[in-house]
């Protein structure tokens, strides 16, 4: 079974998104991926400025198959959501939008940079990665 190796972008003022969809992949039977996303229990530490920060997190991203978004209207004015889509659209990167749960509107931002857009449910977004990150 391949494993993916996942950036997930998000805001940490909505962690608890992150989590949750950490744990809905990983509940998947036939589904395995690594988790190189910067969560708020595991900050990149060292950086002692953005610069170094963007550095950290494009070293975060350069294994990835695929960037996953939450594309809440809140990613629209994300400085470093917006950084990550850049770096991800510079690596060549797959880019998939997540809409949330219920959402009506997503940011206009990552809908344009997204490669895909797929519902907030563990299918969607596991066809989602798996369709658009085959060899």
């Known amino acids: 079974m391949q494993t993916y190796h996942l950036f997930i972008s998000h805001s940490w003022n909505y962690a608890d998104k992150h989590d949750r969809l950490v744990e809905m992949l990983s509940a998947h039977p036939t589904f395995t991926f690594k988790n190189f996303s910067v969560p708020p229990h595991n900050p990149i530490i060292g950086a002692l400025n953005d610069q170094q920060l963007e550095a ?10 695929a960037v996953l978004i939450m594309a809440g209207m809140y990613s629209t004015y994300s400085k470093w959501i ?11 990167k797959v880019i998939i939008a997540i809409k949330p749960f219920g959402a009506e509107r997503i940011s206009t931002v990552v809908r344009q940079a997204a490669h895909a857009e797929c519902a907030w449910n563990t299918l969607s977004i596991i066809s989602a990665i798996r369709t658009h990150t085959a060899d």
Not at 82 to 92: L, T, Y
């Open 82 to 92: 917006n950084k990550e889509i850049a770096i991800a659209k510079r690596m060549g």
């Open 56 to 65: 950290a997190i494009e070293n975060k991203i350069r294994p990835c198959s």
